[in-house]
């Protein structure tokens, strides 16, 4: 049966009548104004999938719903008032509430707003139609600028002027290939104008942070799929822009590997076989996301025994750089070797420290266990502890 793209179902939305986003709606409404449900909520759930946060437009100013919300009995935070919003926490949940608004002046970073009345001022200063949607309390749709008709047909278009919305904010030529990845239909191709938009403003991609670059390429890299939206990043220019001397190719396998394999994504995994210089600091990685970066890119390039890497550091990193090798030999993956990976992370040393104590101190100690973990791990984990205990010292 087609869903209905005109009334969000309660069974996609539990936010719609949870009591706490009930309370913030009824205290804005009891003040004369509108208020809607708007954005990422509507999209996801007129699609069935999951929704993680879920926002609020109104026509009241944040003096007003601060005060309505307060008198209410609720808790308004002016969490970025300055742009109109209002974190109204209900019930221990947190709603940014933001009053409807149009740009006054952009610089392809931040935005100068203007409070608005209308909402289809509201909708014109997004960045796609499928996020320029709206929904009442009650769940009825609004759609003020037509994206209806693109989230149906699974279409990521900018909004009107493509040209325009770029350079409003740079960013949004990542998250257009972010948002194809997750939700554009790759069997359509991509929208030509945007296309040649994000072609012509590749120097925006300049003024960008290298942590928002990162968030953006760590969510597009998440998505199931996301080989078409890579190949039209590389075509486009924007992938050498953001990540000089990368290359899809080595990435496009392993995507293909992992879905004959079963294999979940690895965002991580995924970056390392795209390649590029500097990865870590062009993109800015915590520590823990470089740790695993640099552990995978060691297993996949240099003469080292997977069995060992799943041992020491887990089946994922394992699994991942077996992809990456697959990927450069251009072969599947072989179930055989991907349960031999399984088996080895499942493994227990059997020689302890205190086994080799007193014989063994120190600096000779550790040296000890090392040759005994490298045999152990060499015998397929096979030799048992006193195996191991009887092998000659190096």
């Given amino acids: 049966m087609d869903r209905d793209y005109s009334k969000i179902a309660s069974a996609d939305a539990p936010w719609l009548s949870a009591p706490s986003a009930q309370a913030v709606c ?74 409807f608004r149009r740009d006054v002046e952009t610089d392809g970073r931040r935005a100068v707003v203007a409070f608005s009345n209308d909402i289809t001022d509201d909708a014109r200063r997004r960045d796609f139609t499928m996020n320029a949607l709206y929904a009442d309390s009650d769940g009825n749709v609004l759609d003020p600028l037509g994206g209806l008709d693109d989230l149906r ?29 997750w939700y554009g239909d790759t069997s359509r191709g991509m929208d030509a104008d945007a296309l040649a938009a994000i072609s012509g403003n590749l120097d925006g991609l300049e003024t960008l942070s290298a942590e928002r670059i990162g968030a953006e390429l760590s ?10 939206a890579l190949a ?40 390392v076989a795209l390649g590029g210089e500097g990865v870590p600091t062009q993109l800015r990685l915590s520590k823990v996301d470089q740790r695993m970066y640099d552990a995978i890119k060691v297993a996949a390039f240099e003469e080292v025994s997977l069995a060992a890497v799943a041992f020491e550091y887990g089946e994922d990193i394992a699994v991942q750089a077996y992809l990456i090798r697959c990927a450069i030999g251009e072969t599947l993956p072989d179930a055989g070797q991907l349960e031999q990976l399984a088996f080895a ?14 014989k063994y101190q120190g600096a000779e100690l550790g040296s000890r266990l090392s040759q005994l973990k490298t045999a152990w791990i060499a015998s397929g984990f096979a030799m048992s502890k006193q195996d191991l205990l009887s092998l000659p010292a190096p």
Avoid at 159 to 169: G, K, M, N
Wanted: glycine fraction near 8%; aromatic fraction near 6%; hydrophobic fraction near 40%.
């Fill in 26 to 99: 009824d205290a804005i409404v009891s003040g004369g104004h509108q208020i809607f449900y708007v954005g990422g909520c509507v999209r996801n759930a007129l699609l069935g999938a999951p929704v993680s946060d879920v926002d609020m437009s109104t026509n009241a100013t944040p003096q007003q719903v601060t005060a309505l919300t307060k008198a209410a009995g609720l808790k308004p935070v002016p969490t970025g008032i300055d742009h109109g919003t209002i974190t109204v926490v209900s019930s221990g949940t947190g709603y940014e509430v933001t009053t």
């Fill in 153 to 181: 047909a699974r279409r990521v278009r900018f909004i009107e002027d493509a040209d325009q919305r770029i350079r409003e904010d740079y960013l949004r030529t990542l998250r257009y290939f972010r948002f194809h990845a």
């Fill in 219 to 228: 969510k597009l890299l998440s998505a199931p799929n996301p080989s078409t």
């Fill in 232 to 271: 039209s990043m590389s075509q486009t220019g924007v992938l050498g822009t953001i990540l000089p001397g990368a290359d899809v190719r080595f990435v496009m396998l392993m995507i293909h590997s992992e879905t004959m394999a079963s294999i979940a994504p690895n965002w991580i995994g995924r970056l």
């Fill in 345 to 358: 992370a499942r493994q227990e040393f059997p020689v302890k420290a205190a086994d080799l104590i007193p």
